[in-house]
C-alpha cells in the first residue's frame, strides 16, 4: 500500500485494519447487479431506479465477497439517493479458472485480468467516461505483494502480482485518477448475466469464426447469450486485425447496446430479469469493502440511471502496436503519451470528453457505424436532454463510441 493510502485509511475512524490485505469475507448481502460489470464491462449498470429493483436488492441479500483495498471510508448518504459528487470505479475482468470457471475457459496456471476498464462518473452526474485499458498495454508495476520485473510489464499481470489491489494501485499511478470503488467478475459471472438479461443483440459486418474461443457468427445482428456471449467478449483473433486494440472496440459494440437494453423499460419494468441480474452478480462477484454496502450500491445506481445514453463515452486508453523500442514493447501495446496525457487531464478536471469524426476504430478496424441503425421517432424525455455542466471537450486520437451510437464488429 503506497504512504497515501496508508495515511488516508489511518486518517479515518471507519477503516480497520485487516488480517490480510486481499483477505476475502462474507458480508451482509450487498446488491451487486447495480454496477453494470459483465466481462470485464459494464453490465448490470442501471437496474436499480425503480422500486422493483430496490425489492431485489434484499431479496438476494447473503453471499458477496469482498476484499481489503486500503480505500477511503465513504461517509453513509442521508438517505437512499444519489451518491453525492463525482467517483471512479475500477472494473476488472478475471480469467481464473477456479471452480466452474475451468469448465469455461480451460486449463490455466495463473490468473490475469482479461478486461481492465476505469469508469469515471462526473460531478454533476450528466457524463460518465469508460476507458479500456488493453490487457496487452506494458505499464510500470507499483510495490505489489508478489513482487514482479524490474522494467514495464503487461497491465493483466498485475492482478496476478498483487490482487484487485495490485490492479487499483497500477490504474491510479497510470491515469492519474483515485479510484474510491472496485469489482472483480469471473467467466460464470459473465455467461450468468447475460443469460439474466435475455441476451444482448451484436451486429457483426461479416460471418466471424476465432477457432481459439471457439465462436462461429454469421453476418447482421446475433443475440448473444451465456457461453456465446463470453466467447465474442474474449475474441481477438476474429475481429478487426486479431489485435488487443480490435477487440477492445468489438467489446464496445456489445457493451453499447447492454447499456441500451438495461436502460430500456422492458428491462427496468421487468421484476423477473432484476432479480435474475442481482443474484447472478452476487454469486459472481468480488467487491472492494466500502463497495459492498447496500446503500453506497444503490445510491451509485441512482445517479447511473439517469445519464443520457449520448454522454455515456466507451474509450479505449490511447495506444498503439508495432512499437519495437524498448524492446519490452515488441508484441505488446505501447502508450500513446500525448493523447493519453489530454484524456486524463480532461478527466481529472471533471470535463466531459466529445469523440471526433474518426473516433471508431479506423486503425484496428474492430467496429464501425451500423447502417441500419435505428433513427430516433420518439420524444425524447426531460433526463435523455441533459447537458454537462462543463463543456465537453474533444481530445485528438481518442478511439470510442458513445452508448446511443449503434455500431458493428468488424470480422476479419
Avoid at 441512482?302 to 498503439?320: A, R
Avoid at 420524444?379 to 486520437?397: D, H, I, L, M, Q
Wanted: with cysteine; charged share 15%.
Amino acid at each position: 500500500m503506497s504512504d497515501k493510502k496508508l495515511e488516508r485509511v489511518n486518517a479515518s475512524a471507519r477503516v480497520r485494519p485487516t488480517v490480510a490485505r486481499h483477505g476475502r469475507q462474507k458480508r451482509a448481502r450487498a446488491w451487486k447487479a447495480v454496477l453494470g460489470l459483465i466481462g470485464g464491462g459494464l453490465a448490470v449498470l442501471l437496474v436499480s431506479g425503480s422500486a422493483v429493483a430496490g425489492i431485489a436488492v434484499w431479496q438476494t441479500a447473503g453471499d458477496i465477497e469482498t476484499e481489503a483495498i486500503g480505500f477511503d471510508a465513504v461517509a453513509l448518504p442521508p438517505s437512499v439517493g444519489p451518491y453525492e459528487g463525482g467517483f471512479n470505479i475500477l472494473i476488472v475482468g478475471s480469467d481464473t479458472r477456479e471452480g466452474d470457471n475451468a469448465a469455461v475457459g480451460g486449463y490455466e496456471s495463473s490468473t490475469l485480468n482479461d478486461v481492465t476498464m476505469l469508469l469515471h462518473v462526473a460531478e454533476d452526474h450528466q457524463s460518465a467516461t469508460l476507458v479500456s485499458i488493453p490487457r496487452d498495454l506494458m505499464v510500470p508495476l507499483p510495490a505489489c505483494e508478489n513482487g514482479g520485473p524490474a522494467t514495464a510489464t503487461s497491465m493483466n499481470t498485475t492482478l496476478f502480482y498483487g490482487g484487485l489491489s495490485c490492479t487499483v494501485d497500477t490504474v491510479e499511478n497510470l491515469t492519474g485518477l483515485e479510484i474510491q470503488f472496485a469489482g472483480l467478475i469471473t467467466f460464470v459471472g459473465v455467461i450468468e448475466m447475460s443469460n439474466a438479461v435475455g441476451g444482448v443483440d451484436v451486429c457483426i459486418d461479416g460471418d466471424l469464426t476465432d477457432s481459439y474461443v471457439g465462436l462461429n457468427l454469421k453476418a447482421g445482428t446475433n443475440t448473444l447469450e451465456g457461453a456465446t456471449a463470453l466467447q465474442f467478449l474474449r475474441s481477438r483473433h476474429g475481429v478487426g486485425d486479431g489485435s488487443d486494440l480490435g477487440r477492445i472496440s468489438s467489446q464496445q459494440v456489445y457493451l453499447s447496446s447492454l447499456v441500451r437494453t438495461l436502460k430500456s423499460d422492458e428491462t427496468l419494468s421487468d421484476a423477473a430479469t432484476v432479480y435474475s441480474l442481482a443474484k447472478a452478480a452476487t454469486q459472481n462477484m468480488t467487491l472492494s469493502q466500502n463497495f459492498g454496502r447496500v446503500d453506497i450500491l444503490v445510491s451509485i445506481a441512482l445517479v447511473l440511471k439517469d445519464i443520457p445514453l449520448e454522454n455515456i463515452v466507451l474509450v479505449q486508453y490511447p495506444s498503439t502496436t508495432g512499437v519495437t523500442t524498448p524492446s519490452y514493447y515488441a508484441g505488446k501495446v505501447a502508450p500513446l503519451q500525448a493523447q493519453a496525457d489530454a484524456l486524463f487531464a480532461a478527466l481529472q478536471a471533471d470535463t466531459p470528453i466529445a469523440l471526433d469524426g474518426d473516433s471508431l476504430d479506423s486503425n484496428h478496424s474492430g467496429s464501425t457505424l451500423d447502417p441500419n441503425a435505428p433513427t430516433a421517432t420518439a420524444e425524447p424525455t426531460e433526463s435523455a436532454t441533459a447537458t454537462p455542466t462543463t463543456e465537453p471537450v474533444t481530445v485528438s486520437g481518442v478511439k470510442g463510441q458513445s452508448a446511443d451510437q449503434y455500431t458493428c464488429a468488424v470480422a476479419n
